[in-house]
């Protein structure tokens, strides 16, 4: 059982540049959540999603974009890349009406 | 929105020392978490905790929901028990929060 798997690792990119973050899950979780995590802070959510087609923002939603075509995958785009979006992301997912949340391993953006 | 807060913000421990971390928040919640970020940066899930008592080997954790706090207790640590402690509320909402967490460091 995989969990919650989030591709790529690393990425290192330039300003301007865009890029996809994957995160995808096989629990059958219908709540998803793209986190940021700043050196030496908490956790910031970004956006999430409480089924396919549907979207919300977070609390720093701003510079990233989100869809929701199936259960299993939630990915978050970056449409012009900003050195103040340097930092770890971290997916998470959980069954909806509640419960434990589950993260996956984090990507590591640095924007040059 | 809720706001939840973590002290101490960081702590040493001698190793085999006992610990008591602390989560306070500002509204009511419909489920609580602690996680461990070891110092790999992964996300240890600790306890799914909304309210009462859980124990799990040497960590046990305590969510009062009627006075807005819960404790996560660290016995006999090990260095391996070094990193980040976070907290994490949800409001009955779609948005968990998390808390700004204790860092911990256990010396041998």
């Known amino acids: 059982n995989a969990g919650v798997t989030q591709t790529p690792k690393f990425q290192v990119l330039k300003t301007g540049q865009s890029m996809t973050l994957q995160c995808a899950q096989d629990?059958?979780?219908?709540?998803m959540s793209w986190y940021r995590q700043d050196p030496g802070m908490g956790l910031r959510l970004i956006h999430y999603?409480?089924?396919?087609?549907?979207?919300d923002q977070g609390e720093v939603p701003n510079g990233y974009n989100v869809s929701r075509s199936t259960t299993e995958d939630f990915p978050l785009r970056l449409l012009s890349a900003a050195p103040s979006q340097t930092s770890v992301y971290f997916c998470?997912?959980?069954?909806?009406?509640?419960?434990?949340?589950?993260f996956g391993e984090g990507s590591r953006l640095t924007v040059l | 929105g809720i706001q939840v807060e973590q002290s101490p913000p960081d702590l040493i421990l001698q190793e085999g020392a006992n610990s008591t971390l602390r989560c306070n928040f500002s509204?009511?919640?419909?489920?609580l978490q602690w996680f461990h970020q070891n110092p790999w940066g992964q996300l240890i899930n600790l306890f799914y905790?909304?309210?009462g008592t859980k124990q799990n080997g040497r960590l046990s954790a305590t969510t009062v929901a009627t006075e807005r706090y819960s404790l996560l207790y660290i016995s006999s640590s090990q260095t391996t028990d070094s990193g980040v402690y976070f907290c994490?509320?949800?409001?009955?909402?779609?948005?968990?929060?998390f808390g700004a967490g204790t860092r911990l460091f256990v010396k041998a």
């Open positions: 629990m059958n979780h219908e709540y």
């Open positions: 998470a997912s959980r069954a909806g009406g509640g419960g434990e949340l589950f």
């Open positions: 999603s409480v089924g396919a087609g549907i979207t």
């Open positions: 994490a509320v949800n409001t009955g909402g779609f948005k968990t929060i």
């Open positions: 509204d009511s919640v419909n489920n």
């Open positions: 905790i909304p309210s």
